[in-house]
């Protein structure tokens, strides 16, 4: 049984930049996807950004390219998501998650492992 740990959260101002952090223990998960997914108030789970096993390919949703970034180390068995430019809309708990495959996806149910999230909060 894989367990995930997000870090990294806070209080930011708009436009500011966090970089969140993923630890997996328990099982390896250098085989396997991984993604990112928020959740804010009221709102459904949302993908935010996910990455292969290799870490040669990753996958965006379009509210975050060019602003949030996802990269692995499988060394470290930790995934990263570096978030600049943030907004108020970015406003959300964000969880990490294995994917059931070595690619990630933007299906919340391709996953089957997740952690217990990170508070985002960005002021304007």
């Known amino acids: 049984q894989v367990r995930l740990a997000e870090s990294g959260g806070g209080l930011v101002q708009s436009g500011g930049s966090l970089r969140l952090s993923c630890q997996a223990s328990?099982?390896?998960?250098?085989?396997?996807?991984m993604g990112w997914f928020r959740q804010a108030p009221g709102k459904e789970r949302q993908f935010v950004a996910a990455?292969?096993?290799?870490?040669?390919?990753?996958y965006y949703a379009d509210f975050v390219k060019g602003r949030f970034t996802i990269s692995r180390d499988n060394a470290m068995h930790t995934v990263y998501l570096q978030m600049k430019s943030l907004k108020p809309e970015d406003t959300a708990v964000y969880y990490c998650?294995?994917?059931?495959?070595?690619?990630?996806?933007?299906?919340?149910?391709?996953?089957?492992?997740w952690g217990q999230g990170t508070q985002v909060t960005v002021s304007s």
């Open positions: 998650a294995v994917a059931r495959r070595d690619y990630g996806s933007s299906n919340r149910y391709e996953y089957d492992s």
């Open positions: 990455i292969n096993a290799g870490g040669d390919n990753t």
């Open positions: 328990g099982r390896a998960v250098s085989t396997y996807g």
